[in-house]
């Protein structure tokens, strides 16, 4: 389940006790952002073991940092700041070095994100442009209860996403982030943020239709 945004007094608090070297206050911070970390770093990097390997260097200059950190944005954006120039050092390496932004828009290939055909014609004499086949509906929240198949599928429509729309998706419905924390963490535009999230969306949405239909 998505985790809940820490309060700024929680916040506060979690990072003294990491100034005062607290390994368990380390350890939760850890476990809370770990995954998304991992998530974000396979954007700029081309395996899994140098994500984690970023992850490893970002968590290392998190507590090397932690005195200079001035709390002007939230510690999570902070530290996936952090993530985002290591990783990008690490792709330099491999030769895959360009900034989130650069990704969003070499992704944003002007095509519709909904097939076309999926709606009715301008010349429609009731509902011109209207939906001629619905989309499914999206999953909220309360859709706890997914079959563990419905599941699997969305995770592999997921994972077959181009980098920065899987990035996104994964911030925001998976990790439950809200659009100012992915602009603020992956230095993006609101636009841009709306844009991924929307073609990544469409496009599980086409694979839950499928799985449905199937």
Same mark, same amino acid.
């Given at each position: 389940?998505?985790?809940?945004?820490?309060?700024?007094?929680?916040?506060?608090?979690?990072?003294?006790?990491?100034?005062?070297?607290?390994?368990?206050?380390?350890?939760?911070?850890?476990?809370?952002?770990?995954?998304?970390?991992?998530?974000? =770093?396979?954007?700029?990097?081309?395996? @899994? !073991?140098?994500?984690?390997? &970023?992850?490893? +260097?970002?968590?290392? /200059?998190?507590?090397?940092?932690?005195?200079?950190?001035?709390?002007?944005?939230?510690?999570?954006?902070?530290?996936?700041?952090?993530?985002?120039?290591?990783?990008?050092?690490?792709?330099?390496?491999?030769?895959?070095?360009?900034?989130?932004?650069?990704?969003?828009?070499?992704?944003?290939?002007?095509?519709?994100?909904?097939?076309?055909?999926?709606?009715?014609?301008?010349?429609?004499?009731?509902?011109?442009?209207?939906?001629?086949?619905?989309?499914?509906?999206?999953?909220?929240?309360?859709? =706890?209860?997914?079959?563990?198949?419905? @599941? !699997?599928?969305?995770?592999? &429509?997921?994972? +077959?996403?181009?980098? /920065?729309?899987?990035?996104?998706?994964?911030?925001?419905?998976?990790?439950?982030?809200?659009?100012?924390?992915?602009?603020?963490?992956?230095?993006?535009?609101?636009?841009?943020?709306?844009?991924?999230?929307?073609?990544?969306?469409?496009?599980?949405?086409?694979?839950?239709?499928?799985?449905?239909?199937?």
């Amino acid at each position: 389940m998505p985790k809940q945004p820490l309060a700024h007094d929680e916040e506060q608090a979690l990072v003294a006790a990491l100034r005062r070297g607290d390994a368990d206050a380390f350890a939760t911070l850890v476990d809370r952002h770990s995954p998304a970390m991992i998530r974000v =770093a396979m954007a700029y990097v081309p395996s @899994r !073991a140098a994500a984690e390997e &970023a992850v490893q +260097e970002t968590w290392i /200059a998190v507590i090397r940092g932690i005195e200079r950190f001035e709390g002007r944005a939230s510690l999570k954006t902070w530290i996936f700041r952090i993530l985002a120039n290591v990783a990008m050092r690490s792709g330099a390496r491999e030769r895959r070095s360009v900034p989130f932004s650069a990704l969003a828009e070499a992704e944003d290939t002007g095509e519709p994100s909904v097939e076309p055909d999926r709606f009715l014609p301008a010349d429609h004499e009731l509902f011109p442009g209207h939906w001629a086949i619905m989309p499914a509906r999206w999953p909220t929240p309360e859709d =706890a209860l997914l079959t563990g198949e419905a @599941r !699997a599928v969305i995770a592999a &429509a997921i994972a +077959e996403l181009p980098a /920065a729309q899987r990035t996104v998706i994964a911030l925001r419905d998976v990790e439950g982030w809200s659009s100012d924390e992915v602009c603020a963490a992956l230095e993006i535009s609101a636009g841009n943020q709306r844009i991924l999230l929307h073609r990544a969306r469409s496009r599980v949405r086409e694979a839950i239709e499928s799985h449905r239909r199937g």
